[in-house]
């Protein structure tokens, strides 16, 4: 099965720097890299996807950028704010199918310090 | 939109009882409903998949007569957990996905269970 490693467990950066995120899968056939951000006591929460066919993509201040060859992906938020601070999640799925599930990484808690 | 809604969000109750948690997509269909565990500071694991009228498929280890899913409409799936005990104390949520694989998973606010 799919298996993602995600670096670092926690990052510390100032505001306004940049913060970024790297995740490793082993699914060379996983097609769909989904980001999560999850605050204290809630659900994760869906910040930027990106399927296999596209190799970057940006949402403001948020990027993820994909290497199929090297199979890793990563997370860049530039100009961080406090609220920026949070649990971010990477994750890997092969969408084939309605049983296509997500593979989730270990989680990188971003701390944003004024 | 793709809101998904958990209900109730933290209980406490006795070992032996059953508890039943619900997750409902707000603003669109479900044809897929997820539901994990997350223990502190750690990942999510995936518990179950629940097609809409379908059984749930389990993942491995993971009990299906103690951990009871529901998915009987489109956009309502309940989780009951059964005869609790204190290891069954976690941080459980669910997600929903739009028809289609393709489509992402968004998740609930979780529930936090406290078997006491």
């Known amino acids: 099965g799919e298996n993602v490693e995600q670096h670092p467990s926690t990052l510390s950066v100032q505001e306004g720097d940049s913060a970024v995120i790297k995740c490793t899968y082993s699914?060379?056939?996983?097609?769909?890299f989904p980001w999560y951000k999850q605050e204290l006591g809630k659900g994760p929460q869906l910040i930027i996807d990106?399927?296999?066919?596209?190799g970057e993509k940006k949402d403001q201040r948020i990027a993820v950028t994909l290497n199929k060859t090297a199979k890793h992906f990563s997370l860049h938020i530039t100009e961080t704010q406090p609220e920026d601070s949070a649990v971010y999640f990477c994750a890997a799925s092969l969408h084939t199918g309605t049983a296509s599930k997500l593979t989730f990484g270990t989680g990188t808690r971003l701390q944003v310090t004024l | 939109g793709a809101v998904v809604s958990q209900h109730p969000s933290w209980v406490i109750c006795k070992s032996g009882t059953s508890v039943k948690i619900e997750c409902r997509s707000l603003?669109?269909?479900?044809?897929?409903m997820f539901w994990y565990r997350q223990f502190p500071k750690q990942s999510l694991m995936l518990m179950a998949t629940?097609?809409?009228?379908?059984?749930?498929?389990?993942e491995q280890g993971v009990e299906k007569d103690k951990f009871l899913i529901n998915h009987a409409s489109l956009t309502l799936s309940t989780l009951t957990v059964t005869s609790a005990h204190p290891e069954d104390s976690s941080f459980y949520i669910c997600?929903?996905?739009?028809?289609?694989?393709?489509?992402?998973?968004?998740f609930g606010d979780g529930t936090r269970l406290s078997i006491l």
């Open positions: 603003d669109f269909q479900a044809t897929t």
């Open positions: 990106i399927r296999s066919n596209v």
């Open positions: 997600s929903a996905r739009f028809r289609g694989s393709n489509q992402p998973q968004h």
């Open positions: 629940s097609n809409e009228g379908s059984k749930a498929t389990y």
């Open positions: 699914d060379s056939a996983s097609n769909y």
